[in-house]
Structures are given as structure tokens and as C-alpha cells.
């Protein structure tokens, strides 16, 4: 049976409002509801292109007020729950870890009983047909690799920052409600994305922010720590490849094999700020070394094999494609970057970055 309706919660960060653009252009007859609670995260300027697409309803609240989501699960009946809503920024886990609790621990098991309490035929112990919750996760929930291997499937978790440790709670408060009652779901685990309206206190565009201003570059430690990176798209991909044919129950890693150090991804934006801009100012000089993340994982590096193999999923981007996609998307929306980091993001910064 065709998916046709989806729950997107987190629709209007960095990879739920990619999502709704991906499912809408690909699919004419979709039919989506975005539910945010707009943290400083969310931002319905990334999905303002859209807001009059009738195929789309936005809705603001809280995947933690049950009352809401089991309203939104009664007038619009999804066939599919896809679960983007989180705290994701790993330095303001180690600031603030309750709050990771609240939104990804807590939250998740809220739209899990939720959609418990919508398909689930408690005296039949039967299912509705054709639901699935999906909850999209991180390889972070693993832990740290050394320079050899990759993460699969099988590897078994172990987080080390409150945000992997809250997410990796997430993943098997899920993983209970499959195996306790049978609950239709699907985990997705990707590696770090990357691609436009990406918040800058990521380190992409938090490179492209402060290097357009000729600001420091700040990197933690040695710079050499190896993160995956995938252009968002490409995880749109495989989370519409999950919902669609994944099997009930399983896990699905995503990632593309584009293993980098953080001083590569560094200097890659500025040699390419610094071509497309002509300003022989952003250069090298601004990179500085900062005091390292306490926890930092060293290195993260996914195996696809399995959803390559079982869902024909494969990411289409290269990452030197993506990340000129990507400094492009911030060249031409100034307006987006000058709208979130006024104010709060000011604070923000101050008070993670001075005196590191
Ligand atoms: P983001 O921080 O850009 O967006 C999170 C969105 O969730 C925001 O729009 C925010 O307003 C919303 N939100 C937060 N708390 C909420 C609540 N209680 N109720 C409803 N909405 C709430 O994050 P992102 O980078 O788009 O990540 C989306 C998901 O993907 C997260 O679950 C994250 O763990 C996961 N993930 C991210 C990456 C990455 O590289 N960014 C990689 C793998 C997995
Ligand atoms: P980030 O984008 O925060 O993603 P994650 O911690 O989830 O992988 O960071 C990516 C890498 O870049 C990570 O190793 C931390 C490092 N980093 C810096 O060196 N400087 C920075 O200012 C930031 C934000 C991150």
C-alpha cells in the first residue's frame, strides 16, 4: 500500500524542513503535516516556499503534549510517524543534558505511546494496517571509532555526550515498543549532514558565518577529529527508502563512506569562500585552535551495506558537489543567516566560545 500521509515532527529544522521539500517535490500526491515546537532551531522561513501548498499544513507544539499529538494522530490519521524532533546540538547537551532528556527521551516515548494508543487493537493485539513509526536517530548513539572499522548495525551503543546518550535512550525505548507489542517501527541511524538551512552553531555553516565576517574559525582540539559527512538530501532519500519498504522492526545505517577530518572541512570552506568571494582575507590565518569537547568523540564512520543492499539506497552526491551546493545556498540567503544569529545566537556564542 502506498504511504500517502505523514506526521513530521521537527519539520521546521534543518533536516525536517529538507524533508518536507523532498517529499513534496517527489511526491504529487503526499500529503504532510509538520508539527514543531520552533525552538531557537526552528524556523518556518525555511519552509515559507511551501506554506501555501495545500498538500502541506504546519502545526506549532510540542511532540511532548499528548493531547496535541493524539488530535493531529485522530483528524489526519498518518499512515507514517517520522520523528525529526530533538535537541541536537551536542555543546549544549554538555551545558544543559536535562533538557536533551525532556525533548529526546521523554518526547519519543510520548509519540510512541501516542501512536500506541491510535493503531494498536489492545484486546485483538492487533495493529492498524499499514502504520509505521519511524525515528530518526545518529551513528553518535555507537560511540567513538578508532582509526579503524565502520559502524553497523550490530555495533552495540555506546554514547558518550548527553545528546548521543539521549538519543541512544530514544533508540531503545523504540526498539521496547516493537518488542513489547509488536509496534510497527523503523530506526534510522545517519552520520553528520550537512546542506542548506543547516543552524550555525554546526560547524559548517558556523565556518561559512564567521568566515564571510573575517571572525575566527574555531576549531576544537587538534582539528583532526573524522566525521562522516552526508549532503542532506541524500538522507532525505533513505529515510522516504525506510518508511516506504524498510522492514518492521529494523535498524538502518545511513551514510555515504565520505570520512573527513575537521581541518579538511575547514580549509575546504575557506579556499572556497575565498575563490567565490575574491576576499583574500578569509583565509588560513583565522583558523583557531580552541580548547578540545569534553567527550569528543574521535571518529565516526558508517557501513551502508545494509540499506544499500536491502532498499537500493545509494547517496547521489559527492561531497565536493554538496558542499559547493551548500556555500552557494548561503551566498544567495544572507537574509536566512542575518535572521538566526541575531540576538539569542549572540549569547549563544559568547558564552560557548569566549574564554575557550
Ligand atoms: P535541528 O536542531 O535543526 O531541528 C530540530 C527541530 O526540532 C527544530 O525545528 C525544533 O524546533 C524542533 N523541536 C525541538 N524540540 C521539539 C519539541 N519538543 N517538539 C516539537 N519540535 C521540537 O536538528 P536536525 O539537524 O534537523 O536534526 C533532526 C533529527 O535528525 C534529530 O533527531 C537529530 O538527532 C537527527 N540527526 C541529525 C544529524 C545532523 O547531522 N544534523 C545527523 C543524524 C541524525
Ligand atoms: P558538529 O557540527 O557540532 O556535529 P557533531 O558534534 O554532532 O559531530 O561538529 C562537527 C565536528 O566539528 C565535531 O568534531 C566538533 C567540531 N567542531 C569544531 O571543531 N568547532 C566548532 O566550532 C564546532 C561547532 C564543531
Redesign the pocket.
Known sequence: MEMQTFLVTGCAGFIGSNFVHYMLEKYPGVRLVGLDKLTYAGNLENLADVENDARYTFVQGDICDKALVEELLRRHDPDCVVNFAAES???RSIKNPELFVKTNVEGTVDLLQCCKDAWYDAAAKTWKAGKKYLQVSTD?VYGALGPEGYFTEATPLCPHSPYSASKAAADLFVMAFHDTYGMPVNITRCS?NYGPCQFP???IP?LINNARQHKAL???GD?M?V?DWLYVRDHCKAIDAVARAGREGEVYNIGGHNERP?LFIVKTVIAQLRERLGDGAISEALITHVAD?PG?DRRYGIDPAKIRHDLGWYPETPFEKGIALTIDWYLANPGWMAGVTSGEYLKYYEQMYKNR
Do not use: A, M, S
Open positions: 546540538h551536542v555543546d553518535e553528520n552553531e554546526k560547524l558556523l574555531p576549531v576544537y582539528g577529529q566525521r575537521n569537547r569528543h
